[in-house]
């Protein structure tokens, strides 16, 4: 039962629980999604569905609450991470999970190494094998392990010649290895990849009310998902038409 009614004088409101379509991350042949409160993986080749862990947030399970964002981390080939950012509640939140390569394991019961979480976070990406970058709710952005460890700050730097000016950024989104794509919604809204080793944003979008944005295997090209549009863009975020 996802709906309910209320009622009052002059008719009723309808009410959903829970969001109808679930975040998910793909690698290779396994999908990872919450469901029922509890992060699963299927396996489209075998077609199995398996509970993988709990998902708890503030120490309460999830009820109505499913992640914003669910990001794998196909940096790393000796374990799978995986990152559940829950922007919705308040103050956002995220949990990153680090599990056995070997899925079916110990009779097919996925082996849990690691589970970290941190409140206080709008968003978090995974950057490398072993670091993420964060966005706190004061829109600050930061490096650091994902234990939160040896956590460094910085900021996103104008392009040479972009033409708009850099504010506060909004959200940030997944991309090649040591960069992430942010997003600020600032003077009519702006996609930015910005290497973070050299402190240097590298390429620019002007797009409005980002949501998403799915990179293809090689991440060669990324969809970027709008509010009412979606623009399929290469690695230096040129629209592909």
Known sequence: MNYFAAGYDNGMCVFKLERETYSSARSGSLIFFVKNKNLYFHDLSS???????????NGKQVMMNQPNHVYYNHFNQSS???ILSFDNLEGG????????RDLKQNGGSPKLISEKRADGVLGAVFLSKDKICVLDQNKELAVCNFDGSNLKKFQITQAPNSKKAIGKVDMIFPAPLGKILAYSAEDGGSLIL?????????????????????????????????????FL???????VN
Not at 93 to 100: D, K, N
């Open 47 to 57: 077609k199995e569905k398996t509970i993988m862990a709990p998902v708890n947030t």
């Open 80 to 82: 799978h991470d995986i």
């Open 93 to 100: 939140s995220f949990i990153i999970y680090e599990f056995h």
């Open 194 to 230: 910005f290497d973070i080793s050299a402190r240097k944003t590298l390429h620019e979008l002007s797009v409005t009310d980002v949501r998403a944005v799915y990179w293809n295997n090689n991440q060669t090209y990324a969809a970027v998902v709008a509010k009412s549009q979606i």
């Open 233 to 239: 863009v290469t690695k230096n975020l040129e629209v």
